[in-house]
């Protein structure tokens, strides 16, 4: 046998065009075939082999390189890398020279399989010190060879395209942060003076509680402007921005020189300063022993508003009010700390305002109330006052009903229809909120059996969970034992877990979600967007619903950045394989916004309010959610809820 070198050996196809390792564009030394191609270089020195081999190996798609010796190997080698390497034993060794080790160390081939035919038990040995992948025993059958240069050849593609994957998804996740963090700094920054809005001060004071020292409590002054409704008018309204920038500024660096408060040795600290809205100003003070050190602070800050302000070639001058609360011990939340100095601040405003007032209970119009409704809807739930409503999920592109979301309604013989934000607020937290969410949940899991037995489509009932039941240890035995006695099938029961509640670092709530997911029911993140989570919680716990926040459709057609935020969140939550629903859906646009962007289901007044069960099933019955059409030629607000509500005499 003569060597031939590079050159084509007989056997090939004459027409065949020759095998070229290297396309149009010049790929570097020895790099891998372009995708979608297969290479076989065929080193054998016997020509019956060759040409069976090379037979089979078109068989099963690939383009052949023959060669008879080491030397010629190795040259196609270097001109383009193959992707499998079928050789003699004795050639593997070539003029002492092993090809395996030449080869590997080219691009890409560090892991070229190499297939050696060998004679001998001695031999075997040696091919594989020289560098063989996989040794098969004369007589060979090619066929099987062939196969297996295949197969071979299909797990190193396999393994690129899945490394591939993976660096894709890499990718994802770092524009996902990007994104997030985004999110977060933009929904909680005030865009004029650039100051943590209401949002992001309420997680600060949160943040606060939770580093707070043993024996110093809190404090929060809430700041408004006398009168700068007329200031505005004599200025202008960029008159008028300007000066808000402006006591930003100053009261950023009032606090920052530090001694605002750290005359007269009080010793507080200050964390933040917030804008909520208009000309209101908060401030939160960490580190506090007693009021002394808050009363210099607040006065403080009103001598930093007292030279004028220069706007538009005027002198301004201003005058503010004050409202402070310090944390009692158990006032652990940042709403109902700031809630507290907002209060203050109303009851010196009411006396003329100028001045600074500290938060007593006397100034609490609310708990009265709060006691009486608490008092009542225990009542209402043991006079079967309360109901369930239902209001319809959608699939996006066809409309059709895939789940029902049960509402509590209240119709009270003395107050009439009392929307749930209303008195829920007055029992969470409470063992009642206990007791009628358990009633919920049992109730709308029978309703739901009731529907699928009568061979209804079937479809899932979410339940909303309030953050009390979330903190309940038993749970997920609760949740267990409705299943068990209702029947329902847990993949159609959702659970609505409002996102301030869920999304937080809480060994207990991730014990929580732990269990309720072995339990198969479906966990849902509502009112997404509303709160602080850091996206670490989407990624770890077993979520498998996001609930668009409906403040965040509404601004869809107004603001791009709520239009840039709502799409950033669906690919983030489909980029983490979760189904993401848009919630309060009200007008054409934002349903074809939300569809265009491939949010999975919509729900809103667009396709249906809230409606009683009879109403429900009707709906569920013909197939569809029919208030699209209607909600889209009437207009979707004059089909307002509450103005569609009835008490429902069958209970
Ligand atoms: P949510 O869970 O965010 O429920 C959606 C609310 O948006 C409902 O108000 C619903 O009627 C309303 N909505 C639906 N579509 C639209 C729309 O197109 N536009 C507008 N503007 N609003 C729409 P609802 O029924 O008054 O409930 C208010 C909140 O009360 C609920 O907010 C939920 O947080 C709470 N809630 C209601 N029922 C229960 C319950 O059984 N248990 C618990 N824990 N909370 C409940
Ligand atoms: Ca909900
Ligand atoms: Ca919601």
Not at 579 to 588: D, L, P, Q, Y
Not at 636 to 643: D, F, I, Q
């Amino acid at each position: 046998m003569t060597p031939t070198s590079a050159k084509l050996l007989p056997f090939a196809p004459a027409n065949a065009e020759r095998p070229r390792f290297d396309g149009p564009e010049r790929r570097a030394r020895g790099a891998p075939p372009p995708a979608g191609r297969r290479v076989a270089l065929v080193a054998l020195s016997d020509a019956r082999a060759r040409k069976w081999c090379s037979r089979w190996l078109r068989q099963a798609r690939f383009e052949v390189v023959l060669v008879d010796d080491g030397g010629a190997a190795l040259a196609r080698v270097e001109e383009g890398a193959p992707s499998v390497l079928v050789a003699d034993g004795g050639l593997l060794l070539a003029n002492g020279l092993s090809i395996c080790a030449a080869v590997r160390v080219l691009d890409g081939l560090a892991e070229l399989p190499v297939i050696t035919i060998c004679s001998g038990r001695g031999h075997f040995a040696r091919a594989v010190d020289a560098g063989a992948t996989h040794v098969v025993p004369k007589p060979v059958n090619w066929q099987l060879v062939a196969g297996l240069a295949e197969s071979l050849v299909e797990a190193r593609e396999l393994a690129a395209r899945l490394s591939k994957t993976s660096q894709r998804l890499e990718a994802a996740e770092r524009s996902l942060e990007v994104a997030w963090k985004h999110i977060h700094q933009e929904r909680d920054v005030d865009g004029l003076t650039r100051l943590p809005n209401r949002t992001r001060f309420e997680s600060l004071i949160e943040r606060a509680f939770g580093a707070r020292e043993a024996g110093s409590e809190l404090a929060v002054l809430y700041l408004d402007l006398d009168r700068f409704k007329a200031v505005n008018e004599i200025v202008g309204r960029a008159g008028g921005d300007d000066i808000l920038r402006q006591v930003a500024g100053r009261l950023r660096s009032g606090l920052h020189a530090g001694d605002l408060l750290t005359r007269g040795g009080s010793g507080a600290g200050t964390a933040a300063i917030g804008r909520l809205s208009g000309d209101e100003f908060t401030v939160l003070l960490t580190h506090v022993h007693g009021r002394r050190a808050v009363r210099q602070a607040a006065h403080g800050l009103l001598r930093c508003l007292a030279d004028p302000f220069v706007v538009v070639g005027k002198e301004v001058h201003l005058s503010a009010t004050v409202g402070a609360a310090l944390s009692a011990p158990g006032t652990r939340t940042g709403e109902l700390l700031l809630q507290r100095a907002e209060l203050a601040l109303c009851a010196a405003k009411r006396q003329g305002g100028g001045m600074v007032r500290f938060y007593d209970e006397s100034m609490e119009p609310l708990s009265e109330r709060t006691l009486d409704l608490h008092r009542m809807v225990k009542q209402a739930l043991r006079d079967e006052e309360l109901q369930l409503h239902y209001q319809p999920l959608v699939e996006t592109g066809s409309g059709r009903i895939v789940a029902g979301e049960a509402l509590l309604r209240w119709f009270s013989p003395e107050l009439g229809l009392v929307p749930p934000d209303e008195f829920l607020p007055a029992i969470e937290g409470t063992d009642l909120m206990l007791e009628v969410g358990e009633w919920v949940l049992r109730t709308a899991c029978t309703q739901h059996q009731a529907w699928t037995s009568e061979g209804l489509p079937p479809i899932r009932m979410a339940v909303n969970v309030a953050p009390s039941q979330l903190r309940r240890a038993d749970l997920a035995a609760l949740v267990e034992t409705v299943l068990r006695e209702t029947g329902i099938d847990p993949q159609q029961l959702e659970l609505e877990l409002s996102e301030r509640g869920v999304l937080r670092e809480d060994p207990q709530i991730r014990q929580q979600l732990e269990s309720l997911n072995r339990l198969g029911v479906r966990l849902s993140v509502d009112d997404f967007g509303t709160g602080q989570s850091a996206i670490d919680y989407l990624k770890q716990f077993p979520l498998d619903v996001l609930k668009i926040d409906r403040s965040y459709v509404a601004g869809l057609s107004r603001s791009d950045r709520d239009a840039g935020l709502t799409l950033a969140m669906v690919d983030m939550a489909h980029s983490l394989k979760i189904a993401v629903v848009a919630e309060g859906v009200e007008t054409r646009d934002q349903k074809d916004m939300l569809q265009g962007w491939g949010c999975d289901e919509l729900q809103g007044f667009l396709f249906s309010p809230a409606v009683r069960g009879e109403e429900f099933r009707e709906m569920l019955a013909s197939g569809l959610a029919t208030g699209e059409a209607v909600g889209a030629e009437t207009g979707a607000a004059s089909r307002t809820e509450l103005g569609n509500e009835s008490p429902d005499p069958a209970g």
